[in-house]
């Protein structure tokens, strides 16, 4: 077999690896072989249902076209094969492949792809791998088929970023701020300032402030949903725990649905090092953790639903009927809920005002870019509020962390609490809550009030609150039993409602069963959970041997 086509990429033989003849023959066996011819178009951006190709003969150069014309990303040849992240989440392709010399392709289908990658170790290992490596470096390169054009001051802009970035998403993001010539881009595509953020798609168009929901639309991201088929399980939730029962579920034959309101990784994906979950020495970054387990749940085959809320419940019949907030359906004879809890938000004046624009509630990567050289302020004294700041002193210059109360909270781990006190700059203030936030457009003073009733008045842009979390169950009201802080019941939990339960004719809830058969709940949703990534993990995989008995029953 030939050598490789060296690559403006990183060419590592695993990104882009040549197959053996062996290898080719499994795939030949299972896709069809065709000729192609100079010029030839195999798929574009934004193209659905775009199939693979491994080539026999010829080359094919893979580019990005982008305002300014073309990119050129990689060029194959004999042996090598085509595809990244987005043939296993089946969304829209974000590169063009032309062929350059005539030759013989493989052609085969995503789903046949996707097929072949469950039955065949080899094959799905060096595939998948290539995937992922491949999606790495078009994010690295900013080589997405999505522009972005925002502000560094813009709440807006920083949502639609962190919306695409945990998603693993490439795109090019330009700062209006700091790019003087981005007027020319803003001119030729006639959008006024007060528009922005905008986001150019080269196959969909100019999309001027838009939702996530409808970002995610014009991306693709959920263009595999079948809206119409009833499924063995629906999980509403893509966090931790949810995601582990999709890699479960859907690894041992369910057809599985995960929905999901923001980005997949839920609260750990706001967590920039997660140091206590097994197997990870050094620590691994919430994002990282989610972005391994989606791929990993759309390896198996299920299916990702991206900015969709679920707003209601139907559990008056079967199959239930799980309603989104755009008024859509879906049905699953199953479903577990995996919605965890959101941020507390303290009763501070102007706190909404200045979220995204000085108010944060995780500190990732990218909110540690926004602070750097600068003062921050964390208010919190549990796990999160520490990781936060012992992550947000590597770049900003002093770090003030006001707790409430008077001592860091029992739950935090002692490697933590050691971390926060020996770190020169990390200032700790107990006794202490913010009392005044003010500024223009950003946050730009803050007020804090101490023990001995002292205030301070600080110049200060940024503040990462982390003061725990609620769960998120108002739609499940009439349909599950709670407990009386809205956490949701199981198992023998269930005879402890505050409110009188409904008891079901096919006897006492099983572990994680809600009072509703056939409805399980797992993670920190689930009264008595105990607020770890590990623990959710392990609810939301041992939550899939009781759908599997609960489908056995129907
Ligand atoms: C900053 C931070 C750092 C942390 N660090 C650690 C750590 O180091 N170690 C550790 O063990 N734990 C840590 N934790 C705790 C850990 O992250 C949580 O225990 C874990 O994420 C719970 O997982 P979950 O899947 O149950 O819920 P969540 O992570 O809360 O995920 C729930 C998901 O459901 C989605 N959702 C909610 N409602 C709906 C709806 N109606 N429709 C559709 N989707 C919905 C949400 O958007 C979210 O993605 C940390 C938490 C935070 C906030």
Known sequence: ???????????????????????ISRVRAVGKVRQVTPGEILFRPGDTSVPFFVLLSGALEIVQPDVSGERQIVKHGPGHFTGEMTMISGQRCLVLGRVTEAGDVI????????????????????????FILRRVELIKHGYGAAILLGSRYSAKTLELREFLTRNGHPYTYVDLDLDRTSQSLLDRFEVQRDEVPVVICPSHGVLRNPTIQKLAENLGFNNRVDETQVRDLIIVG?????????????????????????????????????ENYLGFPVGVSGQELATRALTQAEKFGANMMIACNVVRLDCARRPFKVVLDNGKALSARTIVIATGAQYNKPPIPNL???????????????????????????????????????????????VHMLVRSGQLSDTMSRYLIQRIEQNPAIDLHYKTEITDMDGGNHLERVTWRDANA?????????????????PRTDWLRGCVALDDKGFILTGPDVDTAPEPVERSAAGPPQMLETSLPGVFAVGDVRSGNVKRVA??????????????????QL
């Not at 796990?383 to 992550?391: E, H, L, M």
């Not at 002292?454 to 609620?470: E, L, N, Y």
């Open 352 to 398: 909404k005002k200045f979220e995204g624009q000085g108010v944060y509630y995780g500190a990732t990567y990218m909110e540690g870019q926004l602070c750097e050289a600068e003062d921050a302020v964390v208010v919190g004294g549990g796990n999160s509020a520490g990781q936060a700041a012992v992550f947000l002193s590597q770049t900003a210059s002093k």
């Open 535 to 552: 623990s959710a993990v392990g609810e939301g995989s041992i939550a899939i041997s009781l759908v599997h008995r609960a489908l056995a």
């Open 1 to 23: 077999m030939a050598s490789p086509v060296p690559s403006v990429l990183d060419m590592s033989t695993q990104a882009f690896p040549t197959l053996t003849e062996a290898q």
């Open 454 to 470: 002292q205030t301070t008045v600080r110049d200060i842009r940024h503040v990462f609150i982390m003061a725990g979390a609620s």
């Open 107 to 130: 052609e085969l289908s995503g789903e046949g792809l996707r097929s072949l990658i469950t039955r065949d170790a080899e094959l799905s290992e060096i595939f998948m791998r290539a």
């Open 238 to 274: 893509a966090g931790p725990s949810g995601l582990a029962a999709a890699v479960y579920g859907a690894s041992e034959g369910l057809d599985v649905l995960v929905i999901e309101t923001g980005y997949p990784g839920g609260q750990a994906g706001s967590s920039s090092k997660i």
